[in-house]
């Protein structure tokens, strides 16, 4: 499969954005992806300790690496560096997640919870970048626990069926449960400091996810 998208995606991006975000570079990297191979772990950081074990096919991945390219659906990079806008992005993705859970929790059918899921793709990420973001500046402990579960809801979301109707519904609201925690402690805990430290770890996450990535999927 060919990355032939990036360029239409570039333009999309630049009238959203007055430059691309740091950390981009990787994501435009053109590659042909290996469908037969899967990532067993993700990066939010250059060490070895900022790896999040994950399975999941490439073709996945590279589904989520695309999304997180266009960082405007996801987390707009231009609230960071700013404690007020910040609290009020986060607020905005709880209540969103709020909202879903309700959804899956009224779900009964297969069909109807996936498309509950479905329908908060884009939120889960932005939940999962903000958490890597910011979240682990103020509680490094159970930031990756946070990524982890929007990693885990992004692929129920990609899932051609949910197989088991009850123990998909209860994984999901669980992984949900814990993303919201992560986004509670980030809100009450958010400075004009931690919001500064922010905006330069924006590219760094955003560079380890999609390094990671084409790593484990050319």
Known sequence: MQR???????????????TPAVGQDDCLATYSVNTTRSVTYLSIGPSADDRISTTMSCSVADAMRDTLFLTWHTLDPNVLGNASQLRAKILQIRMRLAEGRTELEAARAPATQLGAIQSLK???????LAS??????????????????????????????VGDNAQASTQAQT????LDSMLKSIQDQITNDVAQQSKP??????????????????
């Open 4 to 18: 032939n998208n990036h360029a239409a995606a570039l333009v999309i991006v630049g009238w959203f954005l007055s």
């Open 122 to 128: 884009d939120t889960v990420l932005a939940a999962g």
């Open 132 to 161: 890597a973001v910011t979240g682990c500046i103020v509680s490094a402990a159970t930031c990756k626990r946070a990524v982890g579960a929007s990693v885990a809801l992004y692929q129920s979301g990609l899932a051609s069926n």
């Open 175 to 178: 992984e949900m449960n814990i």
């Open 201 to 218: 770890r924006f590219g760094v996450v955003l560079n380890s996810i999609c390094a990671a990535i084409r790593q484990q999927c050319r």
